[in-house]
C-alpha cells in the first residue's frame, strides 16, 4: 500500500533498523511477542481482526501519541512509551463504564528507527494492555520522518449503558479516583533535567489509570463519568459543557501527598496546581447522585449545580486550566 | 492529554489554519460535518464511541496514511485523501467477508495546515464511508510537523464466519473482482506531470472497492480472500503463504482495458505490469472450490496448487511483485 511518492530505499537503512529488516519480517517479529486474550476470536496478521462482543455492542476509542509532543524518546523508554499509549486509550473505553477487550496499533516510524525500540513499544503495549486482559489484535507499520503512534481501543459494556459526559444532574455528587497530578509533576522534574523522585518520573512515564473504576462507576449508578487526560478542571469543564451544568470543586477535599508536597516545595511549584490541571495520569471523574454517593476508592471533591463552568472554591477558572494542543 | 515537551505555541498559528482555531472549536466544526448512520449507539464527543455489533462479533483493522509517502497534496484535494484512507480500510473489512460499520480517524497536522484541508478531510471520510452506510464515529487531533492519518475501520460478520487468508486449498479457483492496475496508471500518469486521463487520475486519487463483493463471496463460499493493496502477485503470495499453498496465475484471464493499454502505449510502459503488480485499487482476490466457482461479477484468473509461492503463466515470481514500505 502507498503511492510510491517517497518512500525510503532500497539498502538506505542501518543494520538494526527497520528499514534494514523490511516490513513484513518486522511486522512478523512484533506479532511474535503479542499475546492473545480471551475474546480474540482472530488475531493479527490477516486484513482484519475479529473481536467478541459480547453484549452487541463496541466500544471504541482512538488517540495519537506524536513523537516530541506526547513522549519524548531521551525521557521515555520504548517500553514506557508502548504502556502510555495503551493506558490512555484503555482509560478512554474505562471512562464510558466499559471493559476493555482490545487494542489496534499503527505506527508511522523513520526508516532509521532501532527494530529494538518497536519491540519495546509491542513489549509495552501488550503488558498495559494485559492489566485489563486485553489483547494487542491489529496493527500497520507505514514510513514516516516523524514518528507518530495510533492507539485504537476496543471495548465491552457488559450490558450496562455506556456513561457519557451528559448525564451530569444539578445535586449530584463529584467524585475522582486515580492519581492527580504526579504525571504533571514528573514531567515538571524531567523538565529540570532531574531523574528523581522516581515515583513521580514513573508516574510520568507509565500512568497507571484506575481501569477497574470505570465499569464499577457505571455498575454503581454513576450520571457521568470521563477520563481525566487533560486536567481536572479542564475535563470537569468538558463534563460541565455536555451536560448543561456547573460543577463546583473543594480544593480542600483534593488531599496532597507528600511526594506532590516536597517536589513543589524543590521546584518552586505550586502542588495543587497539579492536582488541578495537570493531565495524563488518567484519573476518572463522574458524578453521582447526592443519595448515593461514590463507590468505594472514589473521592468526593465537589457537587454539580446549576448553570456552567468550572469554579474552584467559588472562583470561577479562567480559560481551560488544562493543555491544550495548538496552544489554545 | 500530551506532555508540553514540543507543542506549538500560542499565537504561533496564522488565521485560517488548526493552530489558529485550536483544537477543540476544530473538533466541533469537524464533527458538526459528520452524518450518522444506523448502528451507531454512540456517536462522536465523548470518550468513546459505542457501535452496535449485531452478532455478538466486530471485525476491525487500522492503516496509516502518511503525507508524501501514501499521498501528495499537489496530487490529491483534502476530500480526496479522505476517500481514499477510508476506501483502503473498508476493503479490509470487506476482505474479511464483512460489512463496514465504522471509522475512527486519528490526524497527526502540523499547526499551519489550513482549517479548510481538515474539514475536507473529515468530508471525504463521512462520503465514502457513506457509499457502505458507515459512519465516522470517533477522532483525535494532534499536532506534528508531519501529517498523518490513521483511519480505523470496524465491521459486522453478520452471522458469517470471516473469510481470512489461510484457507485456500489445492484445487480451489483464483478470481478477482475490482479494479486491477488503474491506480498504478493513474500514479505514472501523475508522475509524469499530465492529469488525463482523467479516469485514470481519479482512480489513484479515489480508489473504487467493490465492497459489496466481500461479504457476497463470503455468503457464496470463499475459502480465503485479501484485499488487493501491495499489488495482485504480492498480496497472492501472502494468500498462499498463509494457506500453506502454491497460486497459479493465468494472465490471460487479465483482460486489459483499453485506457490502461493506451496509456501505456504512450508512456511506454507495460499495462500487464499494471495489473499484476499495481496495488491500492483494493480489489479484491479469493479462492473458491473448484466445482462452486465465484459468484457474479468476479473473473476467475488462476488456480490453487500444492507447493508454495506464486506462478505467473508457469513462471515463478521473483520477489514481492509489489511496493514495500522500507524498500524491501
Given at each position: ?10 539498502g ?24 492473545s ?13 475479529v ?34 499509549a495503551?493506558?490512555?486509550?484503555l ?39 494485559g ?55 514528573g ?38 463519568m ?37 517536589a ?7 502542588p ?52 491544550r494542543?495548538?496552544?489554545?
Amino acid at each position: 500500500m502507498g503511492t510510491r511518492a517517497s518512500g525510503p530505499q532500497p539498502g538506505s537503512g542501518r543494520s538494526g533498523t527497520i528499514a534494514a529488516m523490511g516490513e513484513f519480517p518486522l511486522v512478523a517479529a512484533v506479532l511474535s511477542r503479542l499475546p492473545s486474550a480471551e475474546g480474540v476470536l482472530l488475531g493479527p496478521g490477516d486484513d482484519a481482526a475479529v473481536l467478541a462482543a459480547p453484549d452487541s455492542r463496541v466500544v471504541a476509542s482512538v488517540d495519537l501519541l506524536v513523537d516530541g509532543v506526547h513522549f519524548r524518546r531521551d525521557w521515555s523508554s520504548a517500553e514506557d512509551v508502548g504502556h502510555k499509549a495503551a493506558a490512555q486509550n484503555l482509560a478512554d473505553v474505562a471512562a464510558m463504564g466499559a471493559r476493555p477487550t482490545a487494542l489496534l496499533v499503527g505506527l508511522a516510524a523513520p526508516g532509521d528507527l532501532a527494530v529494538d525500540w518497536v519491540l519495546g513499544l509491542a513489549d509495552g503495549l501488550a503488558a498495559e494492555a494485559g492489566r485489563v486482559d486485553a489483547a494487542v489484535v491489529g496493527g500497520d507499520v507505514v514510513s514516516s520522518e516523524r514518528l507518530v503512534v495510533s492507539v485504537t481501543a476496543l471495548g465491552s459494556l457488559d450490558g450496562r449503558a455506556p456513561v457519557t459526559r451528559a448525564g451530569a444532574k444539578p445535586g449530584d455528587v463529584v467524585a475522582v479516583t486515580g492519581r492527580l497530578g504526579w504525571s504533571a509533576a514528573g514531567f515538571a522534574v524531567l523538565s529540570r533535567g532531574f531523574r528523581s523522585p522516581r515515583a513521580l518520573v514513573a508516574a510520568h512515564r507509565r500512568p497507571e489509570p484506575p481501569y477497574a473504576q470505570g465499569p464499577r462507576a457505571a455498575a454503581h449508578g454513576a450520571t457521568s463519568m470521563i477520563d481525566v487526560s487533560d486536567g481536572l478542571v479542564a475535563d470537569l469543564g468538558h463534563l460541565a459543557e455536555a451536560s448543561g451544568v456547573r460543577v463546583d470543586v473543594d480544593s480542600a477535599a483534593l488531599e496532597v501527598p507528600d511526594l506532590l508536597r516536597d517536589a513543589a516545595a524543590a521546584l518552586g511549584r505550586d502542588p495543587q496546581e497539579w492536582l488541578l490541571t495537570g493531565g495524563e495520569d488518567h484519573a476518572l471523574a463522574a458524578t453521582f447522585p447526592p443519595l448515593l454517593g461514590p463507590p468505594e476508592g472514589w473521592t468526593v471533591v465537589g457537587r454539580v449545580g446549576e448553570g456552567s463552568g468550572v469554579r474552584v472554591d467559588g472562583a470561577v477558572v479562567e480559560g481551560s486550566g488544562g493543555w491544550r494542543h495548538y496552544g489554545r
